[in-house]
């Protein structure tokens, strides 16, 4: 699992580059717009809500922003979103997984086809890849917020199923009890460095540098498009293979 964590973290950083920045604004924003809209225009009584602007902290969008999407749903002006997910296989088998927010499918899943073409994947129907993965929620502590025993001892008692403390602890809950579950560790440690609901594999392909290289190619394309929300994959990466991939 240690390879698909730094995988991610690679991704994660180049996210965060400032070319993309307007870019994952405006996903996010995206995000708590039609999570308002599904529900009520109020966190507290909109879990799904309560949890985009979670997340949306977590990037640094301004409040102000956050404050503009929800109000575009209250008033009704709000374009009509649909969340579809995309399933295929990436470069040497890797299994890839695509969650969307779309307002014209037709349009979207051409797209899809066409960016894992090519970069050497294909796009599959939905439940070709995903029975590799477990739907859970997944909530980031700072390793300095807690020991990883007062972790494991907290997130255990408010009815998570796992902890893994390395570089952070990384809470793992059924996705239904998410809510909860970090609502009670936000009392105990506060606000989490990040709250989201994830594909996680239960089983991981390895790549060699070719491959890596040619899935980071794959993962970047699709962040890239408007319509994408996150991308997920079981791929593992050797430490040799990853320390390539950083120097590159």
């Known amino acids: ?6 995988f991610k973290n690679i991704m994660h950083r180049k ?20 999570a308002a809209k599904a529900g009520l225009p109020d966190p507290d009584a909109n879990a799904r809500l ?3 602007i979670q997340n949306a902290r977590a990037e640094n969008l301004p409040k102000d922003n956050i404050e ?51 970069y050497g994947g294909n796009l599959g129907e939905t439940g070709s890849v ?7 929620g997944e909530i980031i502590y700072p390793k300095t917020k807690a020991s990883a025993d007062a972790m494991l001892e907290a997130a255990i008692d408010a009815g998570a199923d796992d902890v893994v403390s390395d570089e952070a602890h990384v809470v793992i809950c059924a996705f239904e009890n998410i809510g909860d579950v970090s609502h009670a560790l936000a009392k105990k440690f506060g606000e989490a460095e990040s709250v989201k609901i994830i594909w996680k594999p239960n089983m991981m392909t390895v790549l060699d540098a070719e491959k890596a290289e040619s899935l980071l190619k794959l993962v970047e394309a699709l962040d890239e498009d408007d319509d994408v929300q996150t991308v997920f ?16």
């Not at 699992?1 to 730094?6: P, R």
């Not at 399933?87 to 960016?115: C, F, K, Q």
């Open 1 to 6: 699992m240690a390879g698909h964590s730094q």
């Open 15 to 34: 996210g965060r580059q400032d070319a993309q920045r307007a870019k994952l604004f405006a996903k996010l924003s995206r995000e708590i717009t039609v």
């Open 130 to 136: 995903s029975f590799m993965f477990n739907r859970v």
């Open 233 to 248: 994959s079981n791929a593992d990466i050797p430490e040799d293979v990853m320390a390539k991939l950083h120097a590159a």
């Open 50 to 52: 309560r949890l985009a």
């Open 68 to 118: 503009r999407a929800i109000k575009k749903a209250a008033g009704g002006d709000a374009e009509n979103y649909e969340a579809i997910r995309y399933e295929g296989y990436g470069p040497g088998g890797v299994a890839v997984i695509v969650e969307a927010l779309t307002d014209n499918r037709s349009r979207t899943a051409p797209v899809m086809r066409s960016i894992f073409a090519k």
